[in-house]
């Protein structure tokens, strides 16, 4: 399942020079063409709304699957998000399209990179598709 939080909708419009010029659209297209090199069923969703990201998490955890999330500025301030991401058994990957160690201080802080079991971080849009790829490494180092 691949997760996106909130005002990555205005991919493409909100602040190009941070997050380029791709469309949540090209971002979701991306992640079902890497995942199905990789045999991945790729699930896109995205939301503003801090309490449905965290239904979707259970939904993932209750169906075993992986989580790749970038939650947006909820990575900073969401203990909730992070609690719901610590109880997943799947992989957790954390990514984010700018470096957010490179950006404002408030910024530096993941409450999601305490619980992920890796991030990619400042990659653009391709970062999913890394994402991605670290989910299947995670699995079968599982294995």
């Known amino acids: 399942m691949v997760l996106n939080g909130p005002n990555l909708n205005l991919l493409g419009r909100r602040d190009p020079a941070v997050y380029g010029t791709a469309t949540l659209a090209d971002v979701e297209a ?3 063409a890497e995942g199905e090199n990789l ?3 790729v699930d896109c969703r995205q939301s503003n709304h ?3 990201l965290i239904d979707w998490i259970h939904e993932a955890f209750g169906a ?3 989580i790749v999330g970038n939650f947006g500025a909820y990575t900073h301030t969401s203990i909730a998000i992070m609690d719901a991401l ?3 058994t799947a992989p957790v990957v954390e990514v984010h399209i ?3 160690h490179a ?3 408030f910024r530096h802080r993941s409450y999601v990179g305490m619980v992920a079991d890796a991030a990619v971080i400042g990659q653009g849009v391709g970062g999913y598709a890394s ?3 670290r989910v299947v490494e995670l699995w079968d180092r599982a294995d």
Do not use: F, K, M, T
């Open 98 to 100: 700018s470096d957010i």
């Open 64 to 66: 075993g699957a992986a």
């Open 39 to 41: 045999g991945l069923r």
């Open 131 to 133: 994402a991605l790829r």
């Open 50 to 52: 801090e309490g449905l």
């Open 30 to 32: 991306l992640c079902r």
């Open 103 to 105: 950006r404002e201080e």
């Open 86 to 88: 610590a109880v997943v």
